[in-house]
């Protein structure tokens, strides 16, 4: 029997199970947050609420795939491009590539239709692409090299790294790879929810366990380490929901007894404590414990999930440039976008447009959701330099605003909050 899907507290979603080989840090590093900011705690639930609102009209949204820039921080100890930490493009360029397979279900490892397991298989409608700018318009490779040294710790990577190096996370996937401190020798990487401070979103991940090829290490040499923090990074759960028998909020993996390690024989742990049915647990999803040869797939559910946070809160990547060859100088839109600011963002309801130069030109306004309908229109006349504009009528969440003006136009995402 399958889980429904439960909205349950986070001191149960994120206790630690705490006993396999495989170690994630991502649920000690919401831990820590909340503990250091405890207001964290009720933006980062309120966001879960919101995906979870979220995933009946994603579930009706148009079908089409996306591509997601990343930039890599590789940070190294001063060796040759290639050597120890300081890992090559072809391994950061094969881990975006399995990373993309593992999303749009193109992995050769996928589960055949023979198995019970198949018809839960699914599509994510997710790609990602190393960025080819960078925030500021100029050429990139996606990949920036960081001599910043060893033994890094999570605490030192948020407090430290991080803020220092991230890119524009509203536009960027930005992942770290690093060397970890002597203290955590099994940890493997570790992810921020969604809701999390802007300095420290994104994905870190020991060099070793980072691609196919290179400098990686069995059984984490396949990728799948990425593709686990990122489901983290898009709002999944692990699949055991981080307490015996619990609730990951995805109603089509089964319940599970807690987290799976190595390479189990399937079935595993059929007609379980927690009301599996003779199928057992999905040990081969991508957010178990297992080795990388092991986990294969995503489920229907869970792409559902991840989708709805793509066009909630993480929906300024969706019209992000980065993955685009950028044009020689500055486009006559991006100066426009350039002279327009909203403030305050976050607002509760009345925001102030400021834009650069006054003009005797209309300047037209238009309100979308999160999926791009239209929901209201504005005419400003005789654009000043501010202007009020109230959204005070409309509901909690991820808006925008396309502000058109003489033949260019741009875009600018607004968070309501009430």
């Not at 795939?65 to 072809?90: K, L, M, Q, R």
Request: aromatic share 10%.
């Amino acid at each position: 029997m399958l889980r429904s899907l439960l909205l349950i507290s986070f001191t149960v979603i994120f206790s630690s199970a705490g006993f396999s080989q495989r170690t994630c840090g991502t649920v000690e590093n919401y831990n820590q947050m909340i503990l250091k900011n405890p207001v964290l705690r009720e933006q980062i639930e309120n966001e879960v609420k919101a995906i979870t609102d979220r995933n009946e009209l994603t579930k009706r949204r148009t079908q089409v795939v996306v591509a997601i820039p990343v930039v890599v921080h590789v940070i190294h100890n001063n060796e040759a491009i290639g050597t120890g930490t300081n890992i090559s493009d072809a391994q950061i360029q094969s881990q975006i590539q399995a990373m993309t397979k593992d999303f749009r279900l193109l992995n050769p490892d996928s589960l055949q239709p023979s198995h019970p397991f198949w018809q839960f298989t699914c599509d994510v409608l997710i790609e990602f692409c190393l960025a080819r700018q960078t925030p500021g318009g100029q050429p990139s490779t996606g990949i920036e090299r960081l001599n910043r040294g060893l033994d890094w710790s999570m605490s030192d990577c948020n407090n430290i790294l991080k803020p220092q190096t991230i890119w524009d996370p509203h536009r960027y996937l930005n992942l770290w790879t690093v060397d970890w401190e002597p203290g955590s020798p099994d940890l493997l990487g570790y992810a921020q929810f969604p809701g999390g401070p802007d300095e420290t979103d994104g994905v870190v991940i020991g060099y070793t366990n980072f691609g196919t090829t290179g400098n990686v290490l069995a059984p984490y040499n396949l990728g799948r380490t990425v593709t686990h923090e990122v489901g983290h990074w898009f709002g999944l759960q692990h699949i055991w929901g981080d307490a015996f028998c619990g609730d990951d909020l995805i109603s089509d993996t089964p319940p599970q007894v807690s987290d799976n390690a190595n390479c189990p024989t399937f079935p595993r742990r059929p007609f379980n404590s927690c009301g599996s049915n003779a199928n057992g647990e999905m040990y081969m999803n991508y957010m178990d414990y297992v080795d990388d040869r092991c986990m294969v797939m995503f489920t229907y559910e869970q792409a559902v999930r991840m989708n709805s946070t793509l066009y909630g809160s993480r929906a300024s990547l969706i019209t992000s440039n980065g993955c685009s060859t950028p044009n020689p100088g500055i486009s006559e839109n991006e100066i426009f976008g350039q002279k327009i600011s909203l403030y305050p963002n976050p607002t509760s309801g009345h925001i102030k447009i400021r834009v650069a130069e006054n003009s005797s030109e209309s300047l037209n306004i238009i309100l979308t959701d999160v999926l791009g309908r239209s929901i209201k229109h504005f005419t400003i006349d005789n654009a000043q330099e501010f202007m009020d504009l109230d959204l005070s009528e409309f509901s909690s969440g991820f808006y925008f605003l396309q502000f058109h003006q003489k033949g260019l136009s741009t875009i600018k995402k607004i968070n309501l909050i009430k």
